[in-house]
């Protein structure tokens, strides 16, 4: 029975996408889950006098619902509703706030055109089509702008994973 073993996954992070990579503060592996970059960065392009104000309503709306809630919990005037409905309305004003503070990061993030080029960049070095490179890359054009330089560093970077299955240690599966 063939033995099951780890494949070596590696990511070739060429000079401008590392250069890009660190003027937004990322990681490659950023880019694994389809949405972080875009998230992350759109939060950060909403001005914070804007992210406070929201703050403020999300504290209002908190503070008069649990002061609704309470008094309607003395059950004293029969007018109040049952706290439930309170805690709904609670419950519905609170999607809406955090809507709005995603229609607002949203905004924000459209305006930021460069930004939106450059993580349309990264993402194509990255994770091709929404692959590992080695999935969907051709090594080629790799090899044709940077010589036998990267293959040595291929080798470099893989050799510690191949030692690793050598030893045993890497070993997942089989007999």
Not at 9 to 16: A, D, G, K, L
Not at 45 to 71: F, I, S
Not at 85 to 112: K, T, W, Y
Not at 115 to 141: H, K, S, Y
């Amino acid at each position: 029975v063939p033995l099951a073993l780890p494949r070596h996954s590696i990511t070739i992070v060429e000079p401008h996408v590392r250069r890009t990579l660190e003027r937004l503060g990322l990681a490659p592996d950023d880019f694994l889950d389809a949405y972080y970059p875009e998230r992350r960065l759109a939060r950060e392009a909403v001005p914070a006098e804007v992210t406070a104000k929201v703050a403020e309503l999300r504290a209002a709306v908190d503070g008069a619902m649990t002061a609704l809630e309470r008094l309607s919990e003395g059950g004293t005037d029969s007018a109040l509703p049952p706290p439930a409905v309170f805690r709904g309305a609670a419950s519905q004003m609170e999607h809406r706030i955090a809507r709005l503070e995603r229609r607002v990061a949203a905004a924000a993030a459209r305006a930021d055109e460069k930004g939106q080029r450059d993580l349309a960049m990264l993402r194509g070095a990255l994770t091709p089509g929404g692959m590992r490179q080695e999935r969907a890359l051709n090594l080629v054009p790799l090899f044709a702008r940077h010589g036998r330089g990267l293959l040595t560093a291929i080798r470099e970077a893989a050799a510690p994973h191949a030692r690793a299955l050598l030893s045993g240690s890497g070993v997942t599966g089989g007999v």
